[in-house]
């Protein structure tokens, strides 16, 4: 059974559509990432998902007891409010210090524990946020652009902290990312959104799809270069660590899956 199933959503804010007949579910385990130019509509899906938003028409199911964890895009602290990481953890609800202590290290952030919230760089910002979302022991975690503002570096290892999180606690994962190379490699399925959705499935397909390339255009050769790159190693011995525009999509028909086009 899914843990979510949403189907037939349609939402409209302040008067105007941005979500029609959108159909969208995640199953345990998977790690899904919504991509789509700025205001197609991501994040109003991650927060229709989550209950924050109520669609005008459609469903959304939670298989039931599901447990949630929510990572927002931003939050805007008091720079004058003395708080340390393991407080900041214990609000609105008192959590044991050993369970805020479990989900700092699982989420790389052992060491921030005594630190003051805002002494923290964006990347370890972060990582509390992902801790914070850990304390519910979440069977699907929703992450909405969560590495804005880090440099690559910082988010190619936020991301694979996401997937060390997924295969140590099983959860399933949805993400929104601008960064196209970074979702080719980390997802299972990418969902290309446009107000509705456009296309969908696994990353390789989706990339070669024309609808998604109508949105992204050619940058798409590099995301699906960097993709094999990092996934076959029989390419490696053909380019090293540098890659070229094209040079690993050899032109060859795609895998023999279909990205689901809508
Ligand atoms: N509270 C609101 N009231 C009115 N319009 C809103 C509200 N929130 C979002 N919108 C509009 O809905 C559309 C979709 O916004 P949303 O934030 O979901 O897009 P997005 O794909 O996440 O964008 P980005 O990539 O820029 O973060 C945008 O046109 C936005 O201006």
């Known amino acids: 059974m899914n843990l979510i199933d949403a189907t037939g959503l349609r939402v409209s804010l302040g008067g105007q559509p941005v979500l029609s007949d959108v159909d969208f579910s995640i199953a345990p385990g998977e790690i899904v990432t919504i991509v789509g130019p700025n205001g197609s509509g991501k994040s109003t899906l991650l927060r229709t998902l989550i ?31 003395p708080l340390t990481v393991m407080r900041f953890l214990s609000l609105p609800h008192r959590v044991p210090a050993a ?17 003051p919230m805002t002494g923290l760089s964006g990347g370890q ?26 440099d690559q570096p ?70 699906l270069a960097l993709y094999r790159h990092e996934h076959s190693h029989s390419h ?10 094209g040079h690993h999509d050899h032109g060859a028909a795609p895998a023999p899956r279909t990205a689901e086009a809508g």
Not at 161 to 173: D, F, N, P, T, Y
Not at 236 to 245: L, Q, S
């Open 154 to 223: 910082g988010s190619a290892a936020f991301y694979r902290q996401i997937e060390h999180i997924r295969s140590h606690l099983g959860c399933a994962v949805v993400m929104v990312s601008h960064e196209l190379h970074v979702v080719m490699s980390a997802s299972d399925r990418v969902v290309c959104l446009n107000g509705h959705v456009c296309c969908q499935g696994h990353p390789e397909v989706v990339a070669q799809a024309a609808e998604y390339r109508a949105l992204f255009g050619s940058g798409t050769h590099g995301a």
């Open 99 to 115: 369970e805020r202590a479990a989900a700092l290290e699982e989420a790389g952030a052992g060491t921030l524990g005594d630190r």
């Open 51 to 81: 209950g924050a938003v109520r669609p005008e028409s459609g469903k959304v199911r939670h298989r039931p007891g599901l447990r949630l964890g929510y990572v927002p895009q931003k939050l805007a602290m008091d720079p004058t409010l």
């Open 236 to 245: 490696d011995a053909d380019c090293g660590h540098t890659h070229h525009e």
């Open 125 to 150: 910002f972060q990582r509390v946020l992902l801790a914070r979302a850990l304390l519910n022991k979440p069977d699907v975690l929703l992450l909405d652009e969560p590495t804005q503002g880090l």
